[in-house]
């Protein structure tokens, strides 16, 4: 639509007349109190369960590899081929985990939701000054809290801690289940190392899932006692305002840009129409 004189002087006049006015169309005409939006969308759901399954059986059958001599896995694995079936399945977990994260990096790179939600997930120097300031207000030295978008500084260093997470395992499990091309390749201490890495950086994740991520989603006074995000995707007006308000007040503007848009066509061809009729002035 090509703007002329006579457009800009017929959006003064809307601007004057209070059409475009915030206080013509209000925070609850734009959403309801009672409007839930998506925060993961099925694709997403599906491969957080594949992850957490897959994960947490790599570590239930991969433990009798760091702590061989614990009690309790003379119980769990009691049968002789016990030991032997430990292995296949941790073996069907690994490659459950590394299609999961090939599957994540096509699924970014393909999908306009997965591509949106990535370039969010970028950390950016306003995270440092979040978690400075969450920091500071929780110890009482600061009254307000940090607003957050979509994504806040914690949840994007899960994503990129799970992210050189599944690299390392995939890679030194590989090395580790393929040795003979391993030891190919490599000397042999470095196949010692990488088992070794292998191991802690599994304990390492274990605990940073169990501690970290669990506590924030699951155990933290705000959300206890589960998020329902994982299995529904949804989440309310309430907890989008108290949670991500930055990413609330996004939706409030774009959803009054366009509301703002359709009012000032209308408006423009409306006049038309009437000079078409031959009425002079659209006031």
Not at 25 to 49: C, G, M, N, P, W
Not at 55 to 72: Q, S
Not at 266 to 279: A, F, H, I, P, T
């Amino acid at each position: 639509m090509k703007i002329n004189d006579e457009d800009l002087d017929l959006l003064a006049r809307a601007k004057n007349a209070g059409l475009l006015s915030e206080h013509s169309i209000t925070d609850e005409d734009l959403i309801k109190d009672d409007e839930v939006f998506e925060r993961l969308s099925v694709a997403q759901r599906i491969q957080h369960v594949i992850l957490f399954t897959s994960f947490f059986t790599l570590v239930l059958t991969g433990i009798p590899l760091v702590f061989p001599e614990a009690p309790f896995l003379h119980k769990l694995f009691f049968f002789p081929e016990s030991f032997w079936l430990r292995g296949i399945i941790h073996r069907v977990a690994g490659v459950m985990l590394i299609c999961v994260g090939l599957f994540q990096l096509v699924y970014v790179i393909v999908s306009p939701r997965g591509n949106s939600d990535f370039l969010k997930i970028i950390p950016n120097p306003r995270d440092a000054k979040d978690a400075l300031n969450l920091f500071l207000c929780n110890l009482g030295l600061r009254e307000e809290r940090p607003k957050f978008g979509k994504f806040n500084f914690i949840e994007k260093f899960e994503y990129w801690a799970l992210v050189w997470g599944i690299f390392v395992m995939a890679i030194s499990g590989l090395l580790l289940w393929f040795q003979e091309a391993a030891i190919a390749l490599f000397p042999i201490w470095v196949l010692d190392i990488i088992r070794i890495v292998h191991g802690f950086e599994a304990i390492l994740a274990f605990l940073a899932i169990i501690i970290w991520h669990m506590y924030n989603v699951h155990l933290n006074p705000e959300v206890f006692p589960m998020s329902k995000v994982w299995i529904n995707g949804k989440i309310s007006k309430e907890e989008l305002m108290e949670h991500h308000p930055l990413e609330y007040e996004e939706i409030l503007k774009d959803r009054r840009e366009k509301i703002e848009i359709e009012r000032v066509k209308n408006l423009l061809e409306q006049v038309r129409r009437q000079k078409s009729d031959g009425k002079a002035d659209p006031s």
